[in-house]
């Protein structure tokens, strides 16, 4: 069974439209995140979950935004598509404790 | 901004060789890990190395932190063509999300 999966594994879209990307982690794991990879395979974390808070990296746009409806679960929101969106983006969870992260395969946006 | 920040960028090795890479990073931490990406996939953990410790093993994999330079150093003995991807450390610290730095792309030619 994959730990940390990510859904759809490519997604090509329109400037200007809404998109959502599904995560799903079965460790029970209390934290999951996002991270967006760029071109030059920079990972920038975009956020961090738990049941006790939301912490947001404060440089991501608000057209973001990411929805738990339980906590196996992280998906991202993103509204008004732009072309600097395109990237590789990663959900990940771990243990409170963060001693080991897993990751998603990745989910590649393309924005036309 | 506390970022690990790997060091090279690119290392191309032939089998069989040993690979270095370095990781430094500008704020304490509770700990360090390496992480290799394949090509087109998620990131996978290698190891994981506390603030108090100052050497760590995995197999062909040897980690050591210097807390004092802020540095760590992953060495892989025995390349092999699978060893093939990307290599980033990430820095934990003190409550504070995991933070990767640009990564180390390392080639082994067969």
């Known amino acids: 069974d994959t730990a940390v999966s990510q859904t759809p594994k490519y997604l090509v879209t329109q400037m200007g439209n809404d998109k959502s990307i599904k995560c799903e982690q079965n460790?029970?794991?209390?934290?999951m995140y996002w991270y967006k990879q760029d071109s030059k395979k920079f990972l920038k974390i975009m956020f961090s979950?738990?049941?006790?808070?939301?912490?947001i990296n404060e440089t991501v746009p608000n057209r973001f935004s990411p929805k738990s409806p339980d906590k196996a679960h992280l998906n991202l929101h993103i509204n008004s598509l732009e072309l600097g969106d395109s990237a590789v983006y990663f959900c990940?969870?771990?243990?409170?404790?963060?001693?080991?992260?897993?990751f998603g395969q990745g989910t590649r946006l393309t924005v036309v | 901004s506390q970022q690990g920040e790997e060091d090279p960028q690119a290392l191309s090795i032939q089998e069989g060789e040993n690979a270095t890479m370095n990781c430094s990073y500008k704020?304490?931490?509770?700990?360090l890990q390496w992480y290799r990406q394949n090509s087109g996939r998620g990131l996978v953990h290698l190891i994981l190395?506390?603030?108090?410790?100052r050497e760590k093993h995995s197999g062909r994999l040897r980690v050591t932190l210097d807390t004092s330079k802020k540095s760590s150093s992953l060495l892989i003995t025995a390349s092999r063509a699978a060893d093939t991807a990307s290599y980033f450390c990430?820095?934990?610290?003190?409550?504070?999300?995991?933070?990767f730095g640009p990564g180390t792309r390392l080639s082994v030619l067969p």
């Open positions: 704020t304490s931490i509770n700990n």
């Open positions: 990430a820095t934990d610290n003190y409550g504070q999300n995991f933070v």
């Open positions: 190395i506390r603030s108090n410790e």
């Open positions: 460790l029970g794991h209390d934290t």
């Open positions: 979950y738990n049941n006790k808070e939301l912490i």
């Open positions: 990940a969870s771990s243990q409170d404790d963060r001693r080991k992260a897993f």
